[in-house]
């Protein structure tokens, strides 16, 4: 297993937003969370990365393992290396340039050791983004000049240059048109062969076009979980079964 | 037209009335200086006006040059101590801002921007006076000078003062503004939170950081009441560099405050054109920060 949760439970001042979660996401695998608005999915998956714990009053309970390790219990720095993270939103750092996007997380990290290892690692990574051949001639310009299609790819880019063993991936296709969408589908399927990805995704068939597994939540609780064929044909839930049907 | 929109077009006026009412006195005082102060420049011939000494009541021109290198000296030591201080106190205060002590640390910081500014100089002279007996037998045995009662040290760390509430306040609200996503980004890439805010949200949100030191240097810039017992003034130029650190330092506001008194044209013409010259300064620092804020 790539992650294993148990009993996880996070509140926000008193408001229990998480409640009794369990879960198991096999490596190598595209894992869906779905569910309707404020049933907790982006909360859940900003626990595998202790993102939760930037904001106020926020309190975590139970167990989380990374292949194994308890991740509360390993070095804050080596979680956010190893799991990282692409938002609903792409969220370039806007007035740094392309290359500086990719290289400043490596740099933090000190994960390049001369400035050639920089330079490939950066360059490797916007390949694997596909974003290579639209930004090679102007790694100098500034983030925020591309369009909105090319920054989540940029921000994938700056994800994937990491080499996280697992990729948190939060609606990464919600304000992307078709063909940049199609982009995204096609990379995480690829990119699962290297990395575990867990998936928040609003789209039904967004999930069943891209994933192995799907978690379907509500209310804070997984409710139904389970191979994508499984859910998608024979859900056994009813809330399942009307949120895959489109009717909540 | 209507009796509403009537009373509408009567309330845009009063507002434009009322706006310009309240810029003219700020546009009347550099009109009046540039109008004063050019003339006395050009007579006095501009390189001879930056770098001559004061003037004697006796002598028939004269310059702003030991009070212009105070200025200069003092304000970047001042303005690198108060950033040294105001900006890991702003990135605080705004990252923190939902928290209690931060809140409360807030509030009264800006309590301390309204702070009387001569109050900042006569603390900083108490603490001199009881530091220095302490500090120079050390300096004296390390170093081999002394800081003097008044001295441009105890001048920047007045100026210090003054400058480190502006700089936290306007760093705080930088912060403050940041939003979500890139708060979210910065730590996604980084565990260590400091990074996370003196690196990666650092540069996110450098304009408006930028902007901050250039308006608190600014602001330092202009002071006369924090150097008038710490700095306290001098007329003429040091031999060696570290005595403006060490030794009393003049200021172009100093002189101003010191020849804008006197009943001799010459003193009063040196006054004037040392507000032209520092109005220039500061208005050209405030430029550069609008500048930094807008692209
Ligand atoms: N930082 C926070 N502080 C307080 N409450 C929060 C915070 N983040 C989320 N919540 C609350 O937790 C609940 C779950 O939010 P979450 O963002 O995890 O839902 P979601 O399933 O991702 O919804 P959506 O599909 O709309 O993105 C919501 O009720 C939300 O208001
Ligand atoms: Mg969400």
Same mark, same amino acid.
Request: without cysteine.
């Given at each position: 297993m790539s992650l294993r949760v148990k009993g996880l439970t996070v509140s926000f001042g008193g408001t229990r937003v998480l409640d009794g979660v369990d879960l198991e996401v096999p490596r190598n695998a595209v894992f869906a969370v779905m569910g309707p608005s404020g049933s907790g999915k982006s909360t859940l998956l900003r626990?595998?990365?202790?993102?939760?714990?930037? $904001?106020?009053?926020?309190?975590?309970?139970?167990?989380? $393992?990374?292949?194994? !390790?308890?991740?509360?219990?390993?070095?804050?720095?080596?979680?956010?290396?190893?799991?990282?993270?692409?938002?609903?939103?792409?969220?370039?750092?806007?007035?740094?340039?392309? $290359?500086?996007?990719? !290289?400043?997380?490596? /740099?933090?990290?000190?994960? !390049?050791?001369?400035?050639?290892?920089?330079?490939?690692?950066?360059?490797?990574?916007?390949?694997?983004? %596909?974003?290579?051949?639209?930004?090679?001639?102007?790694?100098?310009?500034? +983030?925020? /000049?591309?369009?909105?299609?090319?920054? %989540?790819?940029?921000?994938?880019?700056? +994800?994937?240059?990491?080499?996280?063993?697992?990729?948190?991936?939060?609606?990464?296709?919600?304000?992307?048109?078709?063909?940049?969408?199609? /982009?995204?589908?096609?990379?995480?399927?690829?990119? /699962?062969?290297?990395?575990?990805? #867990?998936?928040?995704?609003? $789209?039904?068939?967004? +999930?069943?076009? #891209?994933?192995d597994y799907v978690a379907f939540m509500y209310r804070g609780r997984i409710v139904e979980v389970g191979r994508a064929g499984e859910i998608f044909t024979r859900p056994r839930n009813e809330l399942t079964e009307r949120y895959v049907t489109g009717k909540i | 037209m209507s009796r509403r929109a009537l009373v509408d077009k009567a309330g845009q006026a009063l507002v434009v009335a009322l706006a310009v009412l309240g810029a003219l006195p700020v546009v009347l005082v550099i009109v009046d200086i540039y109008a004063k102060g050019i003339p006395a420049i050009a007579r006095i011939g501009l390189v001879e006006f930056l770098t001559g000494l004061p003037p004697t009541p006796l002598d028939e021109a004269g310059g702003i040059g030991p009070a212009l290198v105070g200025t200069l000296v003092m304000a970047v030591m001042g303005a690198a101590m108060g950033i040294a201080v105001g900006f890991p106190l702003g990135v605080y205060l705004g990252a923190y801002r939902h928290e209690r002590l931060a809140a409360v640390?807030?509030?009264?910081?800006?309590?301390?921007?309204?702070?009387? @500014?001569?109050?900042?100089g006569l603390f900083v002279y108490a603490a001199m006076s009881l530091a220095l007996p302490a500090v120079n037998p050390v300096l004296r045995a390390l170093l081999g000078v002394e800081v003097s009662q008044?001295?441009?040290?105890?001048?920047? @760390?007045?100026?210090?003062?003054?400058?480190?509430?502006?700089?936290?306040?306007? @760093?705080a609200s930088a912060y403050a503004s940041v939003g979500r996503e890139l708060w979210e980004a910065a730590h996604a890439i980084t565990g260590d939170e400091a990074k996370a805010l003196f690196v990666v949200l650092r540069k996110a949100a450098w304009r408006a950081i930028l902007a901050s030191f250039l308006i608190g240097t600014a602001k330092i810039m202009g002071e006369t009441a924090p150097l008038l017992f710490t700095a306290l003034g001098n007329d003429y130029y040091y031999a060696s560099p570290h005595e403006y650190v060490t030794g009393p330092v003049g200021a172009v506001p100093l002189l101003i405050y010191y020849m804008a008194q006197t009943n001799y044209e010459v003193q009063n013409e040196v006054a004037y054109g040392a507000a032209a010259v520092l109005i220039t300064l500061v208005l050209a620092v405030f430029v550069l920060a609008r500048a930094a804020s807008r692209r």
């Open positions: 626990v595998f990365n202790r993102l939760i714990e930037i $904001y106020p009053d926020v309190r975590v309970e139970g167990e989380v $393992y990374l292949d194994g !390790a308890d991740i509360f219990e390993l070095d804050l720095q080596n979680l956010r290396v190893r799991v990282q993270m692409v938002f609903q939103l792409p969220n370039p750092i806007p007035n740094l340039s392309i $290359y500086e996007n990719v !290289a400043l997380g490596l /740099k933090l990290n000190r994960l !390049a050791r001369s400035r050639r290892e920089l330079e490939e690692r950066v360059r490797r990574a916007l390949e694997r983004a %596909q974003l290579w051949d639209e930004v090679r001639d102007r790694l100098g310009s500034p +983030a925020s /000049k591309l369009s909105g299609g090319q920054q %989540q790819r940029l921000v994938l880019a700056r +994800a994937l240059a990491f080499e996280p063993e697992v990729l948190l991936m939060d609606e990464p296709t919600a304000n992307l048109d078709p063909v940049n969408t199609a /982009k995204i589908e096609e990379l995480m399927v690829e990119l /699962k062969r290297e990395l575990t990805i #867990v998936l928040v995704t609003h $789209y039904p068939p967004q +999930a069943a076009r #891209v994933s | 640390s807030q509030s009264f910081i800006n309590v301390l921007v309204e702070y009387p @500014t001569i109050a900042v008044f001295s441009g040290l105890a001048g920047a @760390t007045a100026l210090a003062i003054v400058m480190v509430p502006y700089v936290a306040i306007f @760093t």
